[in-house]
Structures are given as structure tokens and as C-alpha cells.
């Protein structure tokens, strides 16, 4: 199986822009997803194939591919986008693979 | 709307197995995959195996194999995972969640199923 490589933290203050990046040899062929996760809560899908936001997921948050690198992009952060992300890939033959996690901290 | 439904928390004897089960609603079990991840206390998140319910073919994850075994009823449209050969290392949330199948990523979650392994 393959490894997805993420930052542990990112910290940024409120209207600024935090970038969450991922990196796996496979993300080349493979697309990249994320998925943000409050405390006592189960995960959500907000950002799928690389770029795609799934409806009711605000616009500030965007997504990015180049080479071995997905980028999760949060513009003008508030306060409630304080919480743990992951990415998330998978190759050919049906292996799932997720990132480690990054908290991200709205200062 | 889709919704996983899972089942109660469990509290496990290391050696014993756990079986947890996930209600899935509309037209999941014909168009999607279920797989199943983890969650240990202040960890990240873990995926132990999934299975494609029509084609009833599975995939686990090779740390997992021998351990594990996802099964899936149509008729109830209830996915299941049990874990064997428990040990303190498996306390964790056990969520299921739909996978889209071409390009499998995650839709919906359960709520997850708390296990907590202690002698």
C-alpha cells in the first residue's frame, strides 16, 4: 500500500488563508480527497477528486493537485473551520489509504 | 437522505471478538461500497477493509487480514465487521461509511460504534 503525508498542525488567524498539504508517491495517478472532523464528531467529505466541493460545503474551501501533492485551501478562515483534516486517496486495486492528520488552529 | 445507522457500543475481553453492524438507507447497497475505518483515542483515521455489496467481493486492509471479517445483507441492506483476537490496541470508534465506487472517496458516515477492549 502506499503513504499519504500531511503537516500535524497549521495555524492561522481568522480571514487569512490556510493551505493543508498532502503528499503520496500515488497522487500522480490517484485523486485526492479531504474530509474535516470536529471533536466528537464523524468526519465530512469536503472537497472530492482533487477540486470537487460537494454541495453545501462553503467556497472557501478549494482544492488542488499538482504531481505528488493535493492542497487544501480554506480562504478568509473563520473560526468554526478549527478542526482536524484528512486526506484520503486510494489505488486501483481498492486500497484505501488516509493522511495522518492536520489540526488546524484558528489563532 | 442516506443514512448509516450503526449499532451500541461495546465493551470487549482481550481474546474475544466484536461484531459491529451498520443500517444503511436508499439505494446504497445497489450503487455504493461500504468500508469500514477507525479511530483510536486521539489518533487519526484508519481503514480496516470494505466490501462491494452487490458483487459481495471485499478488500481488507493487509494489517487487518486473518482479524477481520466484513459481510453484507441485501435483504436488511445491514453491513457487518467483526473484529477477532481483540486487544487494548482496538479501542477505538468504528465508523461505516459509503464509498462511491469509480472514484472512492467517502459520502456519509456513520455515527460510529465505540469499542472498548479491557480485562
Known amino acids: 500500500s502506499f503513504e499519504l503525508t500531511q503537516p500535524p498542525s497549521v495555524s492561522v488567524s481568522p480571514g487569512q488563508t490556510a493551505r493543508i498539504t498532502c503528499s503520496g508517491d500515488?497522487?500522480?495517478?490517484?485523486?485526492g480527497n479531504w474530509y474535516q472532523q470536529k471533536p466528537g464528531q464523524a468526519p465530512v467529505l469536503m472537497i472530492y477528486?482533487?477540486?470537487e466541493r460537494p454541495s453545501g460545503i462553503p467556497e472557501r474551501f478549494s482544492g488542488s493537485s499538482s504531481g505528488t501533492t493535493v492542497t487544501l485551501t480554506i480562504s478568509g478562515v473563520q473560526a468554526e473551520d478549527e478542526a482536524d483534516y484528512y486526506c484520503q486517496s486510494a489505488d486501483s486495486s481498492g486500497t484505501v489509504v488516509f493522511g495522518g492528520g492536520t489540526k488546524v488552529t484558528v489563532l | 437522505q442516506v443514512q448509516l445507522v450503526q449499532s451500541g457500543a461495546e465493551m470487549k475481553k482481550p481474546g474475544s471478538s466484536v461484531k459491529v453492524s451498520c443500517r444503511a438507507s436508499?439505494?446504497?447497497?445497489?450503487?455504493?461500497?461500504i468500508i469500514w475505518v477507525r479511530q483510536a483515542p486521539g489518533q487519526g483515521l484508519e481503514w480496516l477493509g470494505g466490501i462491494i455489496p452487490t458483487f459481495d467481493t471485499r478488500k481488507y486492509e493487509q494489517k487487518f487480514q486473518g482479524r477481520v471479517t466484513i459481510t453484507a445483507d441485501e435483504s436488511t441492506s445491514t453491513a457487518n465487521m467483526e473484529l477477532s483476537s481483540l486487544r487494548s490496541e482496538d479501542t477505538a470508534v468504528y465508523y461505516c461509511?459509503?464509498?462511491?465506487?469509480?472514484?472512492?472517496?467517502?459520502?456519509?458516515w456513520g455515527q460510529g460504534t465505540q469499542v472498548i477492549v479491557s480485562s
Open positions: 477528486k482533487d477540486s
Open positions: 500515488a497522487l500522480p495517478k490517484q485523486f
Open positions: 461509511a459509503r464509498v462511491h465506487l469509480e472514484w472512492l472517496y467517502v459520502d456519509h
Open positions: 436508499g439505494d446504497t447497497f445497489r450503487s455504493y461500497g
